[in-house]
């Protein structure tokens, strides 16, 4: 191998490990980003289902008329 190819294959190395580690940064806030979520849906989730429970609960005479 000559001094030429030999920068090639280096420069080329160096231009894989930066992007590598710039995809390791991208997924690593997107799993960041994920738990977030996550964390959001179930706590809405939870809210939804307290809701709905309290709805249950309501008895026939609780209930507005319908032309109200």
Same mark, same amino acid.
């Not at 809701?51 to 032309?67: C, I, M």
């Given at each position: 191998?000559? #001094?030429? %190819?030999?920068?090639?294959?280096? %420069?080329? *190395? $160096? ?5 590598? *580690? #710039?995809?390791? #940064? /991208? /997924? !690593? &806030?997107?799993?960041?980003?994920? @738990?977030?979520?996550?964390?959001? *849906?179930?706590?809405?989730? =939870? &809210?939804?289902? %307290? $809701?709905?429970?309290? =709805? &249950?609960? @309501?008895? +026939? =005479? #609780? =209930? &507005? +008329? +319908?032309? !109200?």
């Amino acid at each position: 191998m000559n #001094d030429e %190819t030999l920068e090639q294959i280096q %420069t080329k *190395i $160096a231009f894989l490990e930066r992007a590598n *580690i #710039d995809l390791s #940064d /991208v /997924v !690593y &806030r997107q799993q960041q980003e994920i @738990r977030a979520l996550n964390a959001r *849906i179930k706590g809405v989730a =939870e &809210r939804l289902d %307290t $809701a709905q429970g309290e =709805e &249950r609960q @309501r008895s +026939p =005479e #609780d =209930e &507005r +008329p +319908p032309h !109200y």
